[in-house]
Every structure is written in structure tokens, then in C-alpha cells.
């Protein structure tokens, strides 16, 4: 299960799922957007065409629900305040939680706009949460303000 949000594409993200999903069987893939949302056009041309209203929770909850199984999953959030804290920080730790099954969702505050390009650091940042399947929420604090 992929469900991302419509915010974090581009080209090169919609390029990177289609090939999760051509090497990954029975993979499903939502985007979080609303109608206006910038990133829908990419999803559309990805060939992804399940799209959920990111306030609608019950939608939210039943596509999470069919796709996941049935036991109840541990959950591990990290906070980083820029692109690659958590990833240097605890990326083994956040392996082996994937590797037993937990829910893994990563939390950057700032697009770390500081230490390179915010473009290239967003791009890395969702990069590394699809290599280890974890949920990514990207906040935008300006870097040095946290
Ligand atoms: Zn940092």
C-alpha cells in the first residue's frame, strides 16, 4: 500500500512509483488530494487513479483498512528537523521495525532550505521514505526557526 500525499509530486517522484509498482505485485497506490491539488495532474498522468479527499478520514481509514492485514500493527513515528536527520539519525532502527511489520511514518519539520536546495532535499527526503516504505509528512518551518 502506497498513499501519498498529491503535495509531494513531480515528475521524478511520479517516475520512481511507477517503478515500485511494476517490480511490486498487487500494490496499491492512493493520492491524498483535493480537487485543486498541484500534484493531481502528475498522479492522473502516473496512471493513478484512486484519489482520496484528504479530509475525508472514513475514505482514508477503509483504504488503509483493506490494504493492510488484519492484526493489529505497532506504530514508530520519527521527528527530524531537516531532510536526512531521522534517515542518518535512526535509519538502521527504522529498518528493522519496517522488517518485523510496523507502521513506519517519518516527520521533517522544515525542508532544511539551510543546507541545500529545498527542491533537491523534498526529492531526497521522499526518495528515502519509499526505500523504506514509511509514511513521509513534510512540515515547512523555516529552517533555523525550530
Ligand atoms: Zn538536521
Do not use: K
Request: glycine content about 10%.
Amino acid at each position: 500500500m502506497m498513499l501519498i500525499d498529491s503535495d509531494l509530486l513531480d515528475a521524478q517522484v511520479v517516475g520512481v512509483i511507477a517503478r515500485i509498482t511494476a517490480s511490486v505485485d498487487g500494490l496499491r497506490v492512493a493520492v491524498l488530494a483535493d480537487a485543486g491539488a498541484r500534484g493531481l495532474r502528475f498522479a492522473l498522468s502516473a496512471g493513478i487513479g484512486e484519489i482520496i479527499d484528504p479530509t475525508d478520514a472514513e475514505s482514508i481509514a477503509a483504504f488503509v483498512s483493506t490494504t493492510s492485514s488484519a492484526a493489529p500493527m505497532e506504530r514508530v513515528l520519527a521527528i527530524g528537523a531537516h531532510p536526512d536527520d531521522v534517515e542518518i539519525g535512526c535509519g538502521a532502527t527504522l529498518l528493522r521495525h519496517r522488517d518485523q511489520g510496523h507502521w513506519l511514518s517519518v516527520l521533517t519539520l522544515s525542508r532544511g532550505a539551510v543546507g541545500g536546495p529545498r527542491e533537491d532535499r523534498r526529492r531526497e527526503a521522499i526518495g528515502a521514505a519509499i526505500t523504506m516504505s514509511a509514511e513521509l509528512l513534510m512540515g515547512d518551518i523555516t529552517d533555523t526557526r525550530i
